[in-house]
């Protein structure tokens, strides 16, 4: 139990599109889930947490409005990076707490590779 | 605050020797620790982790870490090294708002 899927796995978009990418939550209800991103050789970097119904907290120095946020279920959020720049390629994980767990376990996506042209 | 040091960002190792990786940790309050295995292009996968009880954690694939309170850390140890533990190793601590810090990683080589 405790799978978190993500969609797409691989992205490639021209400079100026926006990117939606989708956090789910398979066989359990998600209490709060959390946003990363990995440059290659890295470390993960948190963007920010994500719990259904709220509104999104961003880790100091990330764009809210460049990477939107919303968790409109308690088994899917979904990252929207719009205006996508070269800079923003990079390998996106997300994680997921269960609801009801007593331990903070991070259940973690396959993660998204965004490439942008 | 809370802080992770992973001591050697790349540790090679002999197939069938003792792999060794090290974590230190800071944390205000008692911290949950985990230790993930990545594999190139994906996702993290849990090894093991402590909350509370038992300092030395078993988890899986052999490997087993002990949570040293007076030393703040959390090292990752495997008796025997396999071909298939080649791969990214990060250490994170949680707190209790389930906001995690991941070390920088160690990548970990086995030679044959």
């Known amino acids: 139990g405790a799978v978190v899927s993500q969609h797409p796995s691989r992205v490639i978009c021209k400079s100026g599109t926006s990117v939606k990418i989708e956090c789910r939550s398979l066989?359990?209800?998600?209490?709060?889930m959390f946003w990363y991103r990995q440059f290659p050789k890295q470390s993960l970097m948190l963007m920010a947490t994500s719990n259904e119904g709220s509104k999104a907290t961003y880790e100091q120095g990330v764009e809210k409005d460049k990477f939107l946020i919303n968790h409109a279920s308690l088994t899917l959020s979904t990252l929207t990076v719009t205006s996508a720049h070269p800079e923003d390629s990079s390998f996106y994980i997300c994680?997921?707490?269960?609801?009801?767990?007593?331990?903070?376990?991070?259940?973690f996506g396959p993660g998204t590779r965004l490439t942008v042209l | 605050a809370q802080s992770v040091t992973q001591l050697g960002s790349h540790v090679s190792v002999s197939e069938g020797a003792l792999v060794l990786l090290r974590c230190n940790y800071s944390?205000?309050?008692?911290?949950?620790l985990f230790w993930y295995v990545q594999y190139p292009n994906q996702g993290l996968q849990l090894l093991l982790k402590y909350t509370t009880g038992a300092t030395l954690v078993k988890g899986i694939n052999g490997f087993e870490a002990e949570f040293k309170k007076s030393e703040t850390s959390f090292h990752l140890t495997k008796p025997s090294a396999h071909m298939s533990d080649a791969a990214e190793y990060f250490c994170?601590?949680?707190?209790?708002?389930?906001?995690?810090?991941f070390g920088d990683g160690t990548t970990l080589t086995v030679k044959p």
């Open positions: 994170a601590v949680t707190t209790n708002a389930g906001k995690s810090t």
């Open positions: 994680s997921a707490t269960r609801a009801g767990g007593q331990d903070n376990e991070q259940f």
């Open positions: 066989d359990f209800q998600a209490t709060t």
């Open positions: 944390s205000s309050v008692p911290p949950y």
